[in-house]
């Protein structure tokens, strides 16, 4: 333990928060590619032409190929090569210091991605440390980056262990960890609505599974809705067969430019898809040290719940907050069909749990009997890897969990409190929870 009472915390965040430039030669930042931000007005003026000629022929008449050139340079800041690095010079924004040492803007920015104010007063700002990443790195270079990060945190604080608190895709990071490097710096894990085994939203971008009239949720499963939002006033105005050519061709442009050359993407696929998709897309000899690493990456994936339980024995604590009860992104081929948060189906977030369908209850016939059924009959929380430490939240949006009192609460205890293991160290936080917040 550090050299007061607390072990220091790391938190692994998720994909859209971390900030990512691109560099000179020098280092010198030339640009922010990461978050992606789309100029709007700016591509408002540079479709206006093609948009045109389009209405004016009535015919597609180059509109999809000349949104799919804006497209890829929008894309270009985080376009990977077929080995799996970066085709630019890019770093993350990195705070190499506890948050006790970050200036008020860069605790203003850390707090905003993950508000841990509450744990921060408790164990104090010295033990708490965000680790900053490309969110389209491949894993395990992430996973070496966390090392030399954790190395830090320990000469800093004196403590052999740590505390992690993965967030979404830093839950699928954090496998690549595990699986390189153990566990032996590990006290306990609190997983935040994590891609544990991938996500059906991804899965249905790279087989391009994505309603034609709908071309916008392509880029807000990487980009998030609200970049999504911006490009589909553009999108409402065209004709149906032109919506259907923009929507092949901005699938092609994502998955081509980015998103078959990041071995973190293939990391959020679900296991049961990679194989299928490996082939299609990896295939080739330019991939094939990709392929080593996502073949490897996958095998840790299937293993997971078999490697956490192997900790739990040794008395490393598991924790999850997972989210039910939302269907998946809109225009997507499983939207309307999987409980999930909006993101994050709640088999990869919960490491199995067996929930209903959407608008369904789980079949009695289904309901053993040492189930934990939620309150609305959709989900059995005896099914999950980890059914004594695993807290539902239902229709809690993916983001908007960062604001959910009762899961900051559940997380606060987790990483302050040694006698708190589980849903029964505290009657007050149920197991199954409802949204809290009007957030979306």
């Known amino acids: ?11 692994v965040p998720g994909i859209g928060q971390s900030k990512v430039v691109e560099t000179d030669a020098a280092g010198n930042t030339l640009r922010t590619v990461w978050p992606l931000h789309i100029d709007k007005d700016g591509l408002i003026d540079k479709m206006k032409g093609p948009f045109m000629k389009m209405l004016f022929f009535r ?38 210091y506890p948050l006790s040492e970050c200036t008020a803007e860069e605790k203003r920015y850390i707090y905003k991605m993950a508000p841990v104010q509450n744990l921060s ?7 708490v440390f965000f680790f900053a990443y490309n969110s389209f790195a491949r894993p395990y270079q992430v996973a070496e980056e966390l ?33 390189l490097y153990g566990a032996d710096d590990v006290h306990r894990v609190v997983y935040f609505v994590p891609a544990l085994q991938g996500t059906l939203t991804l899965a249905d971008v790279f087989r391009k599974k994505v309603d034609p009239g709908r071309a916008e949720a392509a880029l807000g499963v990487v980009a998030g809705e609200n970049a999504a939002a911006k490009l589909k006033p553009l999108l409402g105005m065209l004709p149906p067969d032109v919506l259907k050519n923009v929507t092949e061709k901005l699938l092609d442009t994502l998955i081509c430019d980015v998103l078959s050359g990041s071995g973190a993407m293939w990391a959020c696929l679900p296991p049961d898809v990679y194989d299928e998709l490996a082939a299609k897309n990896l295939s080739d ?11 490897r990456y996958h095998a840790a994936q299937v293993s997971l719940p078999q490697t956490l339980k192997g900790l739990e024995e040794k008395g490393i604590c598991i924790y999850i907050c997972a989210c039910y009860g939302r269907s998946l992104m809109e225009g997507l081929e499983h939207a309307g069909k999987s409980s999930s948060d909006g993101v994050i189906d709640i088999f990869s977030a919960s490491l199995g749990a067996k929930a209903a369908p959407l608008g369904r209850k789980l079949p009695e016939a289904e309901i ?54 589980g849903v029964d160290s505290d009657p007050a936080l149920g197991q199954f929870q409802e949204k809290e917040d009007n957030r979306v």
């Open 368 to 421: 053993g009997p040492s189930a934990r059924l939620s309150p609305d009959g959709t989900l059995d929380a005896s099914t999950g890897a980890f059914p004594n430490s695993t807290w539902y939240f239902r229709n809690q949006y993916h983001d908007s969990i960062a604001y959910n009192d009762t899961a900051l609460t559940v997380a606060l205890r987790a990483l302050s409190d040694e006698s708190f293991t």
């Open 121 to 127: 007063k408790v164990i104090g700002e010295e033990n």
């Open 285 to 295: 000899a330019a991939h094939k040290p990709l392929k080593e690493e996502t073949d």
């Open 147 to 179: 090392r030399d990060f954790v190395k830090m945190v320990k000469e800093r604080t004196g403590s052999e262990k740590v505390n992690y608190l993965p967030l979404s895709l830093g839950g699928a990071m954090f496998t690549a960890y595990l699986d």
């Open 1 to 11: 333990m550090a050299d007061n009472q607390y072990y220091p915390v790391v938190i």
């Open 59 to 96: 015919r597609d008449a180059g509109f999809s190929d000349a949104l799919a050139s804006a497209a890829h340079d929008a894309l270009s800041g985080l376009a990977t090569r077929p080995d799996g690095n970066m085709a630019r010079r890019l770093k993350a924004v990195t705070y190499n």
